[in-house]
């Protein structure tokens, strides 16, 4: 059923409620945060003596006032709330101003004057390597014999690949308002896909129990990943203001605070090898990655994780071996978004068969359709592939959109034309569903039914715009078989919900939306015995509920939904229930590094068609045709909404998006001007997207699948799109595998030999 997000209403109305807006009580302060203007260096003195003479100041919060531990570092405690002696890149938080009014905090803040002792700082990923500066140890996962491998190979290519940071550019930036309550508790409003995590960072900082903290996200404006760790320290600055003043405080960036001071996509720089048959069979394929992951861990180590997860994209290899490291650098500290270290891994996948093809003299959608997965075959992780789906999403793509004809009528195109030339790449994805962190793989649900027949429900999902909230409240409604008007989703509440997983890995619906069903389901299972009992027959077998009527025996009874629950209610019924969700059957060995990480994965192929100005190195992006996998979808309104929105991201990526830095380590893509993203004359005019139809039953919920981040990937066919379109007006073009493909850079690959 294609329900519209309800939300969607109120934003194009501009009601949404979102942290800025909330109305704060008399008292409030507002919190302005100092942060370091040097890439690597020792704090010699902070000078507060011209902020404290402003009117309207009334504290100044440094490293020393924190009661607890100093320490917002969620997989690896490496990193500080606020500086102790040492700062790490620019933008790092060294104090927090509290004063009467935003506007009189951030003034005060920027007549903070610390002086540095500057020390040599690395920000290039390799480097940082060479100087055995990682995170944590490297990891490599392989199968079969990659030594041995490689003589059983007729071509073997090698090459290098880089792909960028990419800033993630929600709508709503990172903020969060705290207000005192009784027996020291905190109530602390936050944008964070990550209530939990919110919680314990804040109860380890002031050294109180996690029950003294309540955290509450009605909605985010947006997250994308950027706020499933880097939404804490804000929060957390926040809760430590009223823990000094003992008034509500509020601290909220500014969009040029935001893009400084917070970790984008992870760039990456990677060698590969590749090997192959005579026949375009891949034999062998090494992979080595260098993650950038700036000054502190954050999530750089689950992201690397998913990275060698998604090392041989939707390809069977035999013998595999990918190593990892992420790599220390004075850059803020990067972190999740959307794919979470898989697009970065695909990118070097496809640059591996695209330079193979080249080298074979043939198109890359060769190597990418004799390698595909089949269903038995397994990852180098040592899971099994349990689908048909990547064959058939593949297969249904060439029929559906007529890849030979399209074909043909660039290459008849490319003849006719000199000046602009057209190329178009195949891209099919491959991608696993579930935290690759097991553990994570669990959720919640809260469910009320109040007498007059409503159903309020809460869970850990978070919504962000993704619609999960939408896709619950179907469920609800379907268990119940009632009018989803009655259904009404609450906020994300750590009082209602505890130890919630974040909102991420394209999870929340299938984790969140499954403990709603048993929840439902509990209730229902007593409201059946119940009816019963009102009806007085005795087959419980035969009592159904159907659009708010209760039918025996496939009759339909004088009780509707109504009625039935307001006399569950007189007769004390329990009409709430609390369910708990875990994914069955998946681990993970650290070890051995093998095992069935994933509940199960998400296919699809895209068809990607570009046109390139060769004069100017400028291009459009003329159409993306897409067959997905998406199980049986419960809104494909909200999944169609979900592809289009993450190819589009993903484009951005590989095309426009530059996070550029200089030598000093200052963000230079630092507004809207000098760093672009894909509008609506930008998006290409065709995105088609077909649904492949399939019976395949999955843990998703009624047998959906999860649709978050898999489609991100799809743009990595534009990519080579625009490089197929080079290499038709410069066929001696020497490709570097370099995203993003910014017009600049395909002006200068269209002349270069
Ligand atoms: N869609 C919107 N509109 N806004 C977002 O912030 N985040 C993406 C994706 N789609 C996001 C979005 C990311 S990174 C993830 S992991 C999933 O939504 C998370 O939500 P889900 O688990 O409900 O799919
Ligand atoms: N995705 C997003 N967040 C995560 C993951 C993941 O796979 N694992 C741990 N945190
Ligand atoms: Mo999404 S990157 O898992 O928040």
């Given at each position: 059923m294609s329900i519209k997000n309800k939300d969607t209403i109120l934003h194009v109305q501009g009601k949404s409620q979102f942290i800025d807006d909330q109305i704060v009580p008399e008292g409030t302060l507002y919190a302005a945060v100092v942060s370091s203007s040097i890439a690597h260096g020792k704090i010699l003195k902070i000078d507060d003596e011209e902020a404290r003479k402003i009117n309207g100041i009334v504290c100044i919060l440094t490293a020393s006032d924190v009661p607890g531990q100093n320490q917002i570092g969620n997989i690896i405690k490496d990193e500080t709330l606020l500086a102790e002696n040492d700062v790490h890149y620019i933008g790092q938080p060294i104090a927090v101003i509290l004063a009467t009014d935003a506007f009189t905090a951030r003034k005060a803040a920027k007549k903070i004057n610390i002086r540095y002792e500057a020390f040599p700082a690395v920000f290039d990923p390799r480097e940082a390597y060479k100087n055995g500066s990682l995170i944590a140890p490297e990891r490599t996962f392989s199968c079969g014999n990659i030594d041995d491998a490689w003589r059983k190979c007729d071509v073997i290519v090698e090459g290098r690949v880089e792909s960028g940071g990419q800033e993630h550019l929600y709508l709503e930036t990172q903020g969060a308002f705290a207000i005192p309550m009784e027996h020291g508790k905190l109530k602390v409003f936050s944008s964070t896909q990550s209530p939990t995590i919110v919680q314990k960072t804040i109860a380890g900082i002031l050294n109180i129990l996690m029950h003294k903290i309540e955290v509450d996200v009605l909605r985010l404006g947006g997250g994308f990943g950027g706020k499933e760790d880097q939404a804490t320290a804000w929060a957390c600055m926040a809760a430590l203001g009223v823990w000094k003043t003992g008034k509500p405080v509020k601290l909220v960036l500014r969009r040029h605070d935001d893009l400084r001071m917070t970790g984008k996509r992870h760039p990456y720089s990677s060698d590969f090898k590749i090997g192959l048959t005579n026949d375009y069979k891949i034999v062998a394929y090494e992979a080595m990655f260098y993650q950038n992951?700036?000054?502190?861990?954050d999530l750089s180590t689950a992201i690397l994780e998913r990275t060698l997860f998604h090392t041989t994209n939707s390809y069977f290899i035999p013998n595999v071996k990918a190593t990892a490291a992420s790599c220390k650098t004075n850059l803020p500290p990067n972190t999740a978004f959307r794919g979470f270290g898989s697009p970065q891994a695909m990118f070097v996948i496809e640059s591996a068969i695209h330079k193979a093809a080249e080298k074979m003299g043939v198109d890359s959608s060769i190597i990418q359709h004799i390698n595909l997965l089949n269903e038995g075959d397994e990852f180098p992780f040592g899971m099994t592939y349990k689908s048909k789906t990547a064959h058939e999403c593949w297969d249904n793509a060439q029929e559906l959109y007529h890849v030979n004809e399209i074909i043909n009528e660039i290459k008849v195109f490319n003849e006719q034309n000199s000046a602009v030339k057209k190329g178009m790449a195949l891209m099919p994805i491959c991608f696993g569903i579930s935290f690759t962190t097991t553990f994570l793989n669990q959720a919640s649900a809260l469910v009320h039914v109040y007498s007059d027949g409503s159903v309020g429900i809460s869970t850990a999902a978070v919504e962000m715009g993704q619609g999960v909230n939408t896709k619950i409240r179907q469920t609800a409604a379907r268990v119940f078989s009632?009018?989803?008007?009655?259904v009404f989703i609450e906020t994300t509440n750590t009082t209602r919900i505890a130890n919630t997983s974040p909102?991420?890995?394209?999870s929340a619906a299938d984790l969140n939306g499954n403990a709603t069903r048993i929840a439902c389901e509990q209730i229902l299972c007593r409201l059946r015995t119940f009816a019963l009992e009102q009806l007085k027959q005795p087959d419980a077998s035969k009592i159904d509920f159907r659009d708010e009527t209760i039918f025996y025996n496939n009759q339909p009874t004088a009780l509707t939904w109504e009625i039935l629950i307001g006399q569950a209610y007189i007769n004390r019924q329990n009409l709430s229930a609390h369910a708990h969700y875990a994914t069955p059957a998946i681990f993970f060995d650290r070890a051995t590094e093998k095992g069935n990480a994933f509940a199960y994965h998400v296919c699809g192929t895209a068809i990607s068609k570009v046109t390139l100005d060769c004069l100017r190195g400028t291009y459009t992006i003329d159409a993306v045709k897409i067959v997905h996998d998406?199980?049986?979808?419960?809104n494909e309104l909200i999944d169609r909404g979900q592809i289009e929105g993450a190819l589009v991201q993903g484009i951005g990526w590989l095309t426009m998006e530059e996070v550029l830095y200089d030598e000093a380590g200052i963000l230079l893509s630092n507004t809207f001007s000098a760093y672009k993203i894909p509008d609506i004359q930008f998006t290409p005019t065709d995105i088609s997207i077909h649904f492949l139809e399939s019976d395949e039953t999955n843990l998703g919920v009624f047998n959906s699948k999860a649709i978050g981040e898999p489609p991100f990937m799809y743009a990595i066919g534009t990519y080579f799109a625009l490089i197929n379109a080079i290499k038709a007006f410069n066929p001696n073009v020497h490709i570097k595998y370099d995203a993003p493909m910014t017009p600049e850079k395909a002006l200068l690959s269209l002349y270069s030999a």
């Open positions: 992951a700036g000054a502190a861990a009632i009018d989803i008007e009655r909102t991420a890995a394209s998406g199980g049986t979808s419960i």
